[in-house]
Nanobody, 127 residues
Framework: RVQLVESGGGSVQAGESLRLSCTVS????????LGWFRQTPGDQREGIAA????????FYVDSVRGRFTISSDDAKKTLYLQMNNLKPEDTAMYYC????????????????????WGQGTQVTVSS
């Protein structure tokens, strides 16, 4: 089973930046499509960014496009999310995940059926 461990969250002011990291227990044909999700209490978990590590294709939802950038370092088995110009509405618990390559497209990022959620990392943005 693929293990995902998120880190890098914290408390910042609006307009500041954070970079989240996710270590992946394996980079292989089983883990080539990765993404970031976020969840606030009482809401469903939302996919916000995804990366096809085989061809570099990226997918974002409108609320983060232009401010967040997803990337990976295969040698380090690490997925990143650079978050710039953070807003209070970005406050959430952030998770990385295996992404469903069939169901995912722009503005619709879906977790893979075999994904197992990690602990997440909290991001808090104050105004």
């Amino acid at each position: 089973r693929v293990q995902l461990v998120e880190s890098g969250g914290g408390s910042v002011q609006a307009g500041e930046s954070l970079r989240l990291s996710c270590t992946v227990s394996e980079f292989s044909f089983r883990t080539y499509f990765l993404g970031w999700f976020r969840q606030t209490p009482g809401d469903q978990r939302e996919g916000i960014a995804a990366l096809d590590t085989l061809n570099g294709a990226t997918f974002y939802v409108d609320s983060v496009r232009g401010r967040f950038t997803i990337s990976s370092d295969d040698a380090k088995k690490t997925l990143y999310l650079q978050m710039n110009n953070l807003k209070p509405e970005d406050t959430a618990m952030y998770y990385c995940a295996l992404v469903d390559p069939i169901m995912t497209q722009e503005n619709s990022i879906q977790p893979a059926p075999n994904n197992h959620w990690g602990q997440g990392t909290q991001v808090t943005v104050s105004s």
